[in-house]
C-alpha cells in the first residue's frame, strides 16, 4: 500500500476543545464535510465531543481505563457510521448515545464488535456504499491501521475489519497466544489507531481503492487458478519462495503442503467463492464462502477466511479461519 504524503500545515491533534465559539463551525458544519471526505472536520467534531463521551462512559462504567476504551469504540463505530446520522446538528447527543450503548454493551460482557463492512470493495459494485467506502475518510483509516505494528494490524483486522471476524477465543487459537494477550492487544490497537488518526487527520492519505479491488481481483484469480488446475503455477508467481502455512505459531507446512490441500478439497467436490477482501501493508484477509458436495452437504464449515502475512507484495505466512457463518462467542472468555 503506497505510503501517505506528509501532513498538511502538521498534524492535528484532537483534545477537547469544548463548543463551537464564534467564527468556528457548527457541529453540522463538520458533519457535512466529514460526509464529503473531510478527515478533518470529522476529527475536529470528535475532539469537540471527547469530553462530554469520557463524562458520560466514566458516569456508566465507574472507572477511568474502561471509559476510555468504550470511548476509542465509540469513535470507531462513528468513523463508519457518520453518514447514519439525520440531524447533524445533534452530532453531539448522538455521539454520547452511541458511547452510552458500548458501556452497556460492555456490563452485559458482550463488548461490541465494530467491523468496518465494505471497507474493501466487492468485486462488482452494486447499489450504494458506505460514506467511508465514497470518500477520503476510508483512506484516513486504512493509514492509521498502517501506522500500527503487524502484530497489532493484524489483530484489529480481524476483530474490526473483517465480517466473520472471529471470537476472541478463535483469534487466539488463530495466532497462537492466551486470550488474555488478544484482548491486551486489541486494547492497544484500539488505542493506537485513534491516536493515529487524530494525528493525521490533515494528511494527504495513499489510495486504498486501486489496493482493495487488486486484492479482490487476485482472490478470485487464484479461486478461477485451482479449479483450471493452474494453481501451482500461479502460487510460484505470487508467493514467496518459503511461503509457509501456519496453526498458532507453529509452521506446519510448506507451499507443496498448501498445493496438495487446495487440491484434496477440490478432488472431494469442496469450492470456495469469493466474499470479500480487506488489505493493508503487510495484512491481508480474504472472506470466502465454503460449498461442501451435493453429496456431503455436512463435509466442510461454511466460510473460511485466508489471513496472510504479504512479503513484498507475495503470501508469505497463511493462517485459515473457519467460521461458522454467524458469530456466537461475542463474549471475550475469561483467561484460564
Not at 85 to 112: F, Q
Not at 232 to 250: F, I, K, S
Amino acid at each position: 500500500m503506497p505510503g501517505a504524503q506528509k501532513p498538511r500545515g502538521g498534524p492535528r491533534t484532537l483534545g477537547p476543545v469544548g463548543s463551537a465559539g464564534f467564527g468556528s463551525p457548527s457541529d453540522g458544519e463538520l458533519v457535512r464535510g466529514a460526509r464529503t471526505g473531510d478527515a478533518a472536520a470529522l476529527g475536529a467534531l470528535l475532539g469537540r465531543h471527547r469530553a462530554g463521551m469520557q463524562a458520560v462512559a466514566l458516569s456508566v462504567l465507574g472507572n477511568r481505563p474502561d471509559a476510555e476504551d468504550a470511548v476509542q469504540d465509540a469513535w470507531l463505530i462513528a468513523f463508519r457510521r457518520i453518514g447514519d446520522l439525520r440531524d447533524p446538528e445533534s452530532a453531539g447527543a448522538w455521539l454520547r448515545m452511541i458511547v452510552r450503548n458500548v458501556c452497556r454493551s460492555r456490563l452485559r460482557s458482550a463488548p461490541p464488535t465494530t467491523p468496518f463492512v465494505d471497507l474493501s470493495l466487492p468485486v462488482t459494485e452494486s447499489g450504494p456504499e458506505q460514506v467511508v467506502d465514497r470518500h477520503a475518510l476510508r483512506d484516513w483509516i486504512w493509514q492509521a491501521v498502517d501506522q500500527l505494528s503487524p502484530t497489532l494490524r493484524m489483530t484489529v483486522m480481524l476483530r474490526h475489519f473483517s465480517p466473520r471476524s472471529p471470537s476472541y477465543a478463535q483469534m487466539a487459537a488463530l495466532c497462537g497466544v492466551p486470550v488474555g494477550t488478544v484482548r491486551s492487544r486489541l486494547s492497544e490497537a484500539r488505542r493506537k489507531l485513534v491516536e493515529a488518526m487524530a494525528a493525521t487527520a490533515d494528511a494527504a492519505h495513499a489510495d486504498v481503492l486501486a489496493a482493495s479491488r487488486r486484492s479482490a481481483r487476485e482472490a478470485v484469480e487464484t479461486l478461477a487458478a485451482a479449479e483450471q488446475g493452474r494453481f501451482a503455477e500461479l502460487t510460484a508467481e505470487r508467493w514467496t519462495p518459503d511461503a509457509a502455512y501456519y496453526v498458532g505459531r507453529q509452521r506446519v507446512g510448506d507451499q507443496d503442503f498448501l498445493i496438495r490441500g487446495m487440491a484434496c478439497d477440490l478432488e472431494a467436490g469442496v469450492r470456495q467463492r469469493f466474499v470479500s477482501a480487506v488489505t493493508s501493508r503487510d495484512t491481508t484477509i480474504w472472506e470466502m464462502d465454503l460449498v461442501s458436495p451435493p453429496d456431503a452437504p455436512d463435509h466442510c464449515p461454511p466460510a473460511v477466511a485466508w489471513v496472510m502475512t504479504t512479503k513484498d507484495g507475495r503470501m508469505h505466512h497463511l493462517r485459515l479461519f473457519h467460521a461458522s457463518g454467524v458469530r456466537d462467542e461475542r463474549t471475550p472468555p475469561q483467561d484460564a
